[in-house]
């Protein structure tokens, strides 16, 4: 079965810290792509960043990084310097070979403070 | 600027008055993704479109049907909405097995 799990369904951060969202998901499959999208209370989803499982390197876009353990069949999101922007439902998901599917996590909820 | 646009942002309907979404796109992908979010939930797939090939969920009600007339659009049909179908209704795009982008969501609510 392909699933995902993010086991921290709210999370909080003070302005300029650091936070990690955790993503765990199984496959049996070789081929794939992960994501991280955010919906904020606009609710459009949003996509901040992607990871194709054949590359080793952590994906990075800005602000926000990746940790990918492919073994572990793991993907976290590092948002460094939060802002207040980035409060939003976070949801983690793949995709994987031909399929069209997107597999979607159960989203964890980010509040950033002042 | 590419991207994908929906119509209308808002829609009020009665219970059991048929409604249609609209969804149109700009990256000339070949699918197209309709979606039902309801709060603080994940989105849900209700079908999808592999260029013309449609794709229906085994779950998704018979209430729903959806056409894509082209490349470019695709519409969301609910016949009789009740009122468990009040929710975001999501349309996204990408090319097969890549990164899907969505629209800004439709807000279904039913009286």
């Known amino acids: 079965a392909q699933t995902v799990t993010q086991s921290q369904p709210e999370m909080s951060v003070q302005e300029a810290e650091t936070v990690t969202l955790s993503c765990t998901y199984d496959?049996?499959?070789?081929?794939?792509?992960l994501f991280w999208y955010k919906q904020p209370p606009s609710r459009q989803m949003i996509l901040v960043i992607r990871q194709e499982a054949y590359k080793q390197q952590n994906a990075t876009e800005n602000r926000f990084s990746v940790n990918f353990q492919k073994a572990a069949k793991s993907f976290s999101l590092k948002i460094s310097d939060s802002q207040l922007g980035d409060t939003a439902m976070y949801f983690c998901?793949?995709?994987?070979?031909?399929?069209?599917?997107?597999?979607f996590g159960t989203g964890t909820r980010l509040q950033v403070f002042p | 600027d590419a991207m994908v646009i929906q119509n209308p942002r808002y829609q009020v309907t009665q219970f059991g008055k048929p409604v249609t979404l609209s969804c149109s796109q700009t990256l000339n992908h070949n699918v197209m993704y309709w979606y039902q979010q309801k709060s603080s939930q994940a989105p849900k797939l209700l079908f999808h479109?592999?260029?013309?090939?449609?794709?229906n969920e085994a779950d998704t009600p018979d209430n729903f049907q959806s056409r894509r007339p082209n490349t470019s659009f695709c519409f969301l049909d609910i016949r009789s909405p009740g009122l468990g179908d009040a929710a975001m209704y999501l349309c996204?795009?990408?090319?097969?097995?890549?990164?899907?982008?969505f629209g800004p969501g439709t807000r279904l609510l039913v009286l």
């Open positions: 496959t049996s499959e070789n081929n794939y792509y």
């Open positions: 998901a793949f995709v994987f070979g031909n399929t069209d599917k997107l597999i």
């Open positions: 996204a795009t990408s090319r097969r097995g890549r990164t899907q982008y």
């Open positions: 479109y592999y260029d013309k090939d449609f794709n």
